[in-house]
């Protein structure tokens, strides 16, 4: 299957205001341009210095959306500010505040998704959600930055009730943080190649996908 053969199979499993964003770690601009002429606007990256190599080769595609997907790092927060216009992986208290005290020098300040890891995973960054909880009053207090939504990474090897369960678990959350607090969480970024079609049936808005519009990496 083309790539564009492929978006147009997963479109017609979700509805339409899921948004579809492209993974793009690794995969040639060449694709990510076939994947534009199949309506795809979303780019995800997890590395600053790939995503800016490929933000430079695609600058006359103007209407590109950048996403930033991987874990953070404080020296590179600032850049990475200024060159996404979603941050998903805003991992702990420490870096938002962070984030927060860089954006008052900026224009265009990103929206942020605070990732949270709602099941026990020592390969995943995020809040686990207790201390998520606990740091809501510190969280509103960061009110430079466009905090939007949630985002989670799964462990490997779940079933398909165990992932229904997480993704379940991530949507009441954020119930839960609209319900308690003064942030309102409007999206939900969760599911990948794997488990998207339970992430998006337990509520996700945001699906990342990368191995299967484009073939598995190198």
């Excluded at 200024?82 to 805003?90: D, G």
């Excluded at 969280?139 to 398909?160: A, D, F, S, V, Y």
């Excluded at 607090?181 to 996908?209: F, K, P």
Aim: proline share 5%; glycine share 6%; aromatic share 6%.
């Amino acid at each position: 299957m083309t790539i564009a053969q492929r978006i147009d199979q997963i479109r017609s499993f979700i509805p339409s205001h899921v948004r579809l964003i492209a993974v793009t770690k690794q995969v040639p601009t060449e694709a990510m341009r076939e994947a534009y002429q199949a309506g795809i606007r979303d780019f995800a990256e997890n590395r600053l210095q790939e995503a800016l190599v490929k933000q430079e080769q695609l600058q006359d595609l103007p209407d590109l959306c950048w996403h930033f997907i991987g874990h953070l790092q404080s020296n590179k927060a600032k850049k990475v500010l200024e060159s996404f216009e979603w941050i998903h992986s805003v991992d702990s208290l420490e870096l938002l505040q962070r984030l927060d005290r860089l954006a008052k020098e900026l224009s265009n300040v990103p929206r942020i998704c605070l990732q949270v890891k709602v099941l026990p995973d020592p390969n995943k960054y995020g809040w686990p959600i207790p201390e998520f909880l606990q740091d809501i009053p510190q969280i509103e207090k960061c009110c430079q930055l466009k905090i939007q939504g949630l985002m989670t990474i799964l462990p490997l090897g779940l079933n398909e009730a165990e992932i229904k369960a997480a993704f379940e678990t991530t949507r009441k959350l954020a119930l839960q943080v609209n319900g308690q607090s003064q942030l309102e969480i409007r999206e939900l970024s969760m599911g990948m190649s794997d488990d998207y079609q339970w992430a998006v049936g337990e509520g996700a808005t945001m699906i990342r996908l990368g191995r299967i519009l484009f073939g598995e990496r190198a």
